[in-house]
């Protein structure tokens, strides 16, 4: 399978975006999937998950309260809403799919067996 992550652009301080991600050559239904973002300079960094029955995503510390990760399996997308964005949110925005055989939420890098090519946010203050 192979995913596409789109919706990235330029906001300013306190803007919202929606960052979407879509399965090709195959589905994700079956497969946790999750944000990464990787800002210049810095290690890739977990941002968001959600398992593939849609239950309670994880979030990291830095976007809790702001972002909101959901699917839609009929459709194989998974959506990552982004309010309140802050200069510190600008990186590049990667979605990332588990085995299909693993339930598990991680929010290591390395748990993450496919993943699909960026799409940059930018946050101007």
């Known amino acids: 399978v192979q995913l596409q992550a789109s919706g990235g652009g330029q906001v300013q301080t306190g803007g919202s975006l929606r960052l979407s991600c879509a399965a090709s050559?195959?589905?994700?239904?079956?497969?946790?999937i999750a944000w990464f973002r990787q800002a210049p300079g810095k290690e890739r960094e977990f941002v968001a998950a959600?398992?593939?029955?849609?239950?309670?995503?994880v979030y990291s510390d830095s976007v809790k309260g702001r972002f909101t990760i959901s699917r839609d399996n009929a459709k194989d997308t998974v959506n990552l809403q982004m309010s309140g964005l802050k200069p510190g949110d600008t990186a590049v925005y990667y979605c990332?799919?588990?085995?299909?055989?693993?339930?598990?939420?991680?929010?290591?890098?390395?748990?993450?067996?496919?993943w699909g090519k960026g799409t940059q946010v930018t946050v101007s203050s």
């Open positions: 990332a799919a588990r085995s299909p055989r693993i339930t598990v939420i991680s929010r290591t890098r390395s748990s993450y067996t496919y």
């Open positions: 050559g195959g589905t994700f239904s079956s497969n946790v």
């Open positions: 959600i398992s593939k029955a849609g239950g309670t995503p």
